[in-house]
């Protein structure tokens, strides 16, 4: 069982510690010090969920219907390169915001969605989450203590980015600083979503 767990600890660790769509969002969430607790657990919860449902299943599912993963890469590089060109724009021209009247913080409720969306309309999320990570904790003598393990990597992950991002955050709150941030993200997400045209 131990073996199992860390097995899937270490897997897990390797993929989600990758700089990604989700981490990146994380970071930037976190340097505004914008609900970014509440972000770092739903991406918790997303991972266990997604890691879970690969193990027990939904891995052979989506092996088997490559129709699933087109809907959910053309579905994703349409959000990432909406949100990227967003943060491209707040990059190259700050007072873009100020002009649309999004200088103030955002509701919990419209940076979960956003987050959400981050999470769940990426691909990679599928291909690495549930297709990899799902298809391997199925191997294992205990699946349950895999798909934990994996979680638990998911829990350190997220909330040490999260933790450390908005302790760090008075250092960087500076406009040049947010620029950096906005731009990181934007090359993130149309990077990411260049890939998944290329791919198809």
Not at 72 to 96: E, H, N, S, T
Not at 137 to 163: C, H, N, R
Request: aromatic fraction near 8%; proline fraction near 4%.
């Amino acid at each position: 069982m131990w073996q199992s767990y860390l097995n899937g600890l270490l897997v897990a660790a390797g993929l989600i510690i990758a700089i990604g769509a989700q981490n990146a969002f994380v970071l930037a969430q976190s340097l505004r010090r914008e609900h970014h607790l509440s972000v770092a657990a739903l991406c918790v919860l997303c991972d266990a969920v997604l890691v879970s449902a690969g193990v027990f299943g939904l891995a052979k599912v989506l092996a088997e219907n490559p129709t699933l993963l087109a809907v959910a890469r053309w579905g994703g590089v349409i959000f990432l390169v909406w949100y990227g060109a967003k943060a491209l724009r707040r990059a190259i021209a700050p007072q873009a915001m100020a002009d649309a009247g999004q200088t103030g913080p955002r509701s919990r409720r419209a940076v979960l969605l956003a987050a959400l969306a981050v999470t769940l309309l990426n691909p990679h999320v599928y291909l690495d989450t549930v297709l990899l990570i799902g298809s391997l904790g199925a191997q294992q003598a205990a699946p349950g203590a895999y798909a934990m393990g994996a979680a638990s990597a998911s829990l350190l992950w997220f909330f040490t980015l999260a933790l450390g991002a908005a302790w760090l955050a008075p250092w960087l709150a500076r406009p040049a600083t947010w620029r950096l941030v906005d731009l990181m993200v934007a090359v993130m997400m149309l990077g990411m979503a260049s890939q998944l045209v290329f791919a198809a």
